[in-house]
Each structure stands twice: as C-alpha cells, then as structure tokens.
C-alpha cells in the first residue's frame, strides 16, 4: 500500500472564500490543490477557517463564508472528499476532511457561537492567533499572559461538545491553564514545532510537548522556516529534526504533520505543497526511522485522534 499522509493544518479556506484560490486550479502563491493532494497520497487533510481580525468583515461572518466555502468543496467534489464522521475509515483513493476554526477571535465574545460552529460542522479550533482576544494571549505577547475568564468558559463549552482544543499560537501559561481545566483527551496542538531544536515562542517546550503526550494529543511538525531553523530558508532535514525530538520527548505515537500550507510565504525548497510528501517518507527512512513509525508519523497518529475528536459529533 502506498503511505497515506494526514496533515492537521492548511489555510487554504480563507483565500478560497475571498474567491482567490479553488481546490480545481492553481492560483499564484497557492500551495494546495485537490492535485496536489493526490499527487501526495493526503488521505487526511484539516482546512481551518482563519479569520483576519484587521478585516472590515466581522471575525464571525469570515468564519461563516469560509464554512460555506469548505461544504460547497465538498459537495462538488463528494467523489473524492468526505467529511470526517464517527464511522470514518481510511479508503483509498479518498481525501477526509476536518474543519477547524483558527483564532478565537471568530467567537466575537460569546460563548454560543462555539455551539453554532459545532453545528456547522467545527471539530477543533485555537483560542487565539497571534493577538490576544477576548479568550486568551498568543505566544507572540510579550508577556505570558493566559486565559481570561471567558477563555476558561470557552474551554469548558468545547470539553462539552468534544470540540478538540488546539494549542498552536497559545502562550505558556494559556497552555497550562488550558491542562488545568480540562480532563479529556481533546489537546493537541495543530502546527507547532520543539523549542529546544530552535527557539520560537511559538513552539512548544519539552514539557507541554511530553503533558499533549500524556492526553493522548497530537504535534504537527509545521514547515515555517522561522519555526524550523535559524537560516533564511529551511529544508527537510529541518523538519526532521522537529520530528525527531518530538518523538523522544513524548513518544513516537504523538508527532504528526501540521503543514500551514497557504500560511506563509515561503516554503523549504524541498518541500514546497503537498506533492512533495513522498520526499519527507524517504527522509524519515534514511534518518532511521521503521516504516511503522514512518506510517504512524505520516498517518496513523492523526487519524487516532481524529477518529476521537468525532466520535461524538
């Protein structure tokens, strides 16, 4: 069997929406395609819905036309996507989908519209982006600073609906406020690197990477050159690096891919869309790792966990 490839996070929607970028074509500075996808065996793809909060368009209704541009996708394209359900299973040949929202700042302050966007089919989503918000402070704050008390009530909503709840972009202390609050295995962080391989506030420390471990959460190893290395661009090698130290410090079952693909301007040069997976596989080989740790990086841990965030949809 070919590897399948899961990837927790991409940003395609938001540019799909604005009317810029279609899953058909490929578009200046577009990264994923539905040909790119197949191209690299992607039989698990996140799309989150980021909201930009300088935008004359409220945070909730950019939310919303993303949400509506993510079902029309898979509606056109039913054929090749589905929706990931409770009774999901990898099928050759097939691309399921989870819908994630990017920022709590999409909330607007109210903790009902959490409920509204599980209804909508949301499976998981970040308490903030790179400002603070009503729920909490991003990494990038420049003091770490955690949830309000809106965040915590915000987090117990999404305990209660099995929301999953992604640490990418939260600070420190949002983390541990967050693993104080809830018991269920519903952490991961969706695009984050390790601290100790190159030092980025937004990447994760030994010890939140061994606690999301513990929970039965997953890492996505995120392909950002200023997350990766100290260099102007990054490589595969780079991205190893990441997977390699995740695995040592929590386990191999907890490391898995968060692309950011349509997240950033610049790509390592050898892995620039999702095409370019098979080239990260023979990089895992040759840097050791068995085929049932590659299967389980690559694909198997995602799936798990995305097998537990919908059971309950």
Known sequence: MVQPVADAHCDFLYYAALGEYSIDTLSPNQVITLERLKQGNVALQYFAAWVDTKAKKSPFSQCVSMIKTYHAMLKKHSDIFVEATPDFKYLEGKIATVLTVEDGAAIMGNIENIDMFHIMGVR???????????????????????????GKQAVKKMEELNTAIDFAHLSDKGIDDCLELTSKELVFSSHTNARAVHFSKRSLCDEHIKEIANRKGVIGVNFFHEQLCDKGFATIDDIVKHIEHIANVGG????CIGSDFDGM????????????????????????FSQYDIHKIMYQNLFDFTARIVSFS
Do not use: Q
């Not at 790179?130 to 991003?138: F, H, I, K, S, V």
């Open 252 to 255: 191999i079952d907890c490391v």
């Open 124 to 150: 998981a989503m970040t308490l903030t982006w790179n400002y603070p918000n009503e729920l909490a402070y991003p990494a990038t704050y420049r003091r770490n600073k955690g949830l309000t008390k809106l």
């Open 265 to 288: 301007n610049k790509y390592p040069k050898d892995l620039r869309h999702s095409g370019d997976f098979p080239k990260l596989i023979n990089a895992l080989s040759a840097a050791g």
